[in-house]
Each structure stands twice: as C-alpha cells, then as structure tokens.
C-alpha cells in the first residue's frame, strides 16, 4: 500500500472544509503526513480579490493554527484564478502524493450549471483524489 506523505487539501472557504480538515487531519495524523491547505480566490475586480484573499486568510490561518495544535505539519497557500487550474498548476508545480477535497454533493442542474472541480480534476490529474462528503 502507498504511504501519503504530503497531501494538497482543496479548501473553498464553505462549512463543509470544518468537516474535510478534521478527517484529513486525522488521516495525516496517522500516516505521518504534511497538509497543504490550498484556497483558490476566484474573483472578477480587484476589491473583490483583495476582500477574498483577507477572508480566506483568516479561515485558513485558524485552520492552521488548529492543525499544528494537533501536531501536523501545514502549510498554508492561496492562488488566484480558475480553481480547477490553480489546483491543477499546484499539483504540476509540486510533488504532493494525494489531493483531497470535500464533495458536495450537487445535483444534476448544479453540476450543469456550475461546473465540477472534482470532474475537473479527475480528469485531469495522475495522483489519488479523495473526495470526502460531509455527514448529513
């Protein structure tokens, strides 16, 4: 069995990340593995960049703050641009062993609307994708 030593988190700053952290948490906590929580500001002007990157900073420090408590290593990283090819970029530019994601469950009109990072990424990428759904 593969052992996962640096794991790439996909956080999108909804309270569904609560419940993703705390099980990648727990998995990391086991394999001995590094987190590299990763949020990606999809913006259209720059106020709304500069607002997105301050809120996305705060949740993802108390993340960290969290995590290191707990004794795992975190990094912290915040990209701009299309999620699915900020994921992507960062997957390319590092060599992280598990990318793991919450699902949130979207309906068939949602997904048509909206897209799918996790069909993006599926698709697209060559290392294990974890998607994790949160309790109901």
């Not at 590094?34 to 709304?48: E, G, I, P, R, Y």
């Amino acid at each position: 069995m593969k052992v996962y030593r640096k794991i790439l988190v996909a956080i999108d700053c909804s309270p569904v990340d609560d419940f993703l952290v705390e099980e990648v948490s727990a998995l990391a906590l086991q394999l001995g593995a590094s987190l590299h929580l990763l949020h990606v500001v999809h913006s259209h002007t720059l106020d709304q960049e500069r607002f997105l990157r301050a809120e996305s900073m705060l949740i993802l420090d108390r993340y960290r703050q969290k995590l290191e408590a707990e004794g795992v290593g975190v990094t912290v990283l915040v990209r701009s641009g299309e999620p699915e090819l900020e994921i992507l970029r960062e997957i390319d530019e590092k060599s992280y062993d598990l990318v793991a994601m919450a699902a949130h469950g979207h309906s068939l009109p949602e997904r048509i609307l909206f897209g799918s990072v996790s069909r993006t990424l599926r698709q697209n990428i060559s290392i294990p994708l974890l998607m994790i759904r949160p309790d109901r």
